[in-house]
Protein backbone atom coordinates (compact mmCIF):
# COMPACT_ATOMS: atom_id res chain seq x y z
CA UNK A 1 0.00 0.00 0.00
CA UNK A 2 1.32 3.38 -0.83
CA UNK A 3 -0.29 6.47 0.48
CA UNK A 4 0.05 9.78 -1.74
CA UNK A 5 -0.45 13.31 -0.67
CA UNK A 6 -0.21 15.97 -3.46
CA UNK A 7 0.15 19.72 -2.00
CA UNK A 8 0.84 22.87 -3.65
CA UNK A 9 -2.54 23.68 -5.65
CA UNK A 10 -3.69 27.33 -5.99
CA UNK A 11 -5.04 30.30 -7.97
CA UNK A 12 -2.78 31.78 -10.56
CA UNK A 13 -3.24 33.94 -13.52
CA UNK A 14 -2.55 33.20 -17.24
CA UNK A 15 0.85 32.94 -18.21
CA UNK A 16 2.33 32.26 -14.70
CA UNK A 17 3.93 29.21 -12.97
CA UNK A 18 2.50 26.75 -10.13
CA UNK A 19 5.02 23.80 -8.77
CA UNK A 20 2.71 20.66 -7.23
CA UNK A 21 4.38 17.87 -4.63
CA UNK A 22 3.41 14.61 -4.24
CA UNK A 23 4.77 12.98 -0.99
CA UNK A 24 4.73 8.91 -1.52
CA UNK A 25 4.25 6.70 1.53
CA UNK A 26 6.71 4.61 1.63
CA UNK A 27 8.60 5.83 -0.59
CA UNK A 28 8.18 4.32 -4.54
CA UNK A 29 10.74 3.22 -6.94
CA UNK A 30 8.00 2.31 -9.45
CA UNK A 31 6.60 4.90 -12.38
CA UNK A 32 4.91 7.45 -10.92
CA UNK A 33 3.30 9.97 -12.62
CA UNK A 34 0.25 13.07 -13.02
CA UNK A 35 -2.97 13.69 -14.46
CA UNK A 36 -5.66 16.32 -14.21
CA UNK A 37 -9.46 16.15 -14.47
CA UNK A 38 -11.07 19.28 -15.40
CA UNK A 39 -15.03 19.52 -14.32
CA UNK A 40 -17.06 16.97 -16.77
CA UNK A 41 -13.90 15.49 -18.87
CA UNK A 42 -12.46 12.45 -18.12
CA UNK A 43 -8.76 11.95 -16.37
CA UNK A 44 -6.13 12.53 -18.72
CA UNK A 45 -2.35 11.91 -18.69
CA UNK A 46 -0.08 14.92 -17.92
CA UNK A 47 3.67 13.65 -17.37
CA UNK A 48 5.26 10.52 -16.05
CA UNK A 49 8.74 9.46 -14.72
CA UNK A 50 11.01 6.55 -13.81
CA UNK A 51 12.76 6.26 -10.17
CA UNK A 52 15.41 8.32 -11.57
CA UNK A 53 13.74 11.01 -13.48
CA UNK A 54 15.84 9.34 -16.44
CA UNK A 55 12.82 8.59 -18.70
CA UNK A 56 9.83 10.90 -18.68
CA UNK A 57 6.82 11.21 -20.69
CA UNK A 58 4.71 14.69 -21.43
CA UNK A 59 1.12 14.82 -22.93
CA UNK A 60 1.11 16.81 -25.90
CA UNK A 61 -0.48 20.18 -23.89
CA UNK A 62 2.44 19.51 -21.17
CA UNK A 63 5.51 19.32 -23.54
CA UNK A 64 7.86 22.51 -23.32
CA UNK A 65 5.74 24.15 -20.53
CA UNK A 66 5.84 21.39 -17.62
CA UNK A 67 8.14 19.71 -15.97
CA UNK A 68 8.75 16.77 -13.96
CA UNK A 69 11.23 15.48 -11.19
CA UNK A 70 11.44 13.07 -7.93
CA UNK A 71 13.71 13.31 -4.84
CA UNK A 72 13.36 9.78 -4.07
CA UNK A 73 15.62 10.12 -0.59
CA UNK A 74 12.12 11.73 0.71
CA UNK A 75 9.87 10.12 -1.33
CA UNK A 76 8.45 13.15 -3.52
CA UNK A 77 7.66 13.98 -6.83
CA UNK A 78 6.91 17.70 -8.30
CA UNK A 79 5.09 18.50 -11.48
CA UNK A 80 6.59 22.76 -12.38
CA UNK A 81 3.91 24.06 -14.67
CA UNK A 82 4.91 27.24 -16.50
CA UNK A 83 3.22 29.55 -18.70
CA UNK A 84 0.01 28.12 -17.35
CA UNK A 85 -3.28 28.90 -19.65
CA UNK A 86 -6.91 28.60 -18.20
CA UNK A 87 -7.19 25.47 -19.97
CA UNK A 88 -4.62 24.00 -17.40
CA UNK A 89 -7.39 24.45 -14.92
CA UNK A 90 -8.12 20.65 -13.05
CA UNK A 91 -7.56 18.86 -10.31
CA UNK A 92 -4.67 17.05 -10.94
CA UNK A 93 -3.95 14.16 -8.87
CA UNK A 94 -0.55 11.97 -8.39
CA UNK A 95 -0.36 8.21 -9.27
CA UNK A 96 2.12 5.39 -8.85
CA UNK A 97 1.99 2.75 -10.94
CA UNK A 98 3.28 -1.15 -9.39
CA UNK A 99 5.89 -1.69 -12.39
CA UNK A 100 9.01 0.92 -13.39
CA UNK A 101 7.25 1.36 -17.00
CA UNK A 102 6.33 4.87 -17.69
CA UNK A 103 3.01 5.26 -19.61
CA UNK A 104 -0.15 7.43 -19.65
CA UNK A 105 -2.34 5.03 -19.63
CA UNK A 106 -4.57 5.86 -16.32
CA UNK A 107 -4.90 1.88 -15.58
CA UNK A 108 -1.39 1.22 -14.97
CA UNK A 109 -1.32 3.55 -12.27
CA UNK A 110 -2.90 1.07 -9.03
CA UNK A 111 -1.91 3.82 -6.04
CA UNK A 112 -3.80 7.48 -6.55
CA UNK A 113 -3.95 10.59 -4.19
CA UNK A 114 -6.71 12.63 -3.56
CA UNK A 115 -6.06 15.77 -5.98
CA UNK A 116 -5.22 19.17 -5.30
CA UNK A 117 -6.90 22.06 -7.48
CA UNK A 118 -5.43 24.39 -9.74
CA UNK A 119 -7.10 26.99 -11.14
CA UNK A 120 -5.75 29.43 -13.42
CA UNK A 121 -7.72 32.45 -14.34
CA UNK A 122 -7.76 34.53 -17.35
Known amino acids: QVLLVESGGGLVQAGGSLRVSCTAS??????MGWFRQAPGKEREFVAS????????LFADSAKGRFTISRDNYNGMMFLQMNSLKPEDTAVYYC?????????????????WGQGTQVTVSS
Open 26 to 31: PRTFSA
Open 95 to 111: AAAKTAEITGVVSNYFY
Open 49 to 56: SNWSGGST
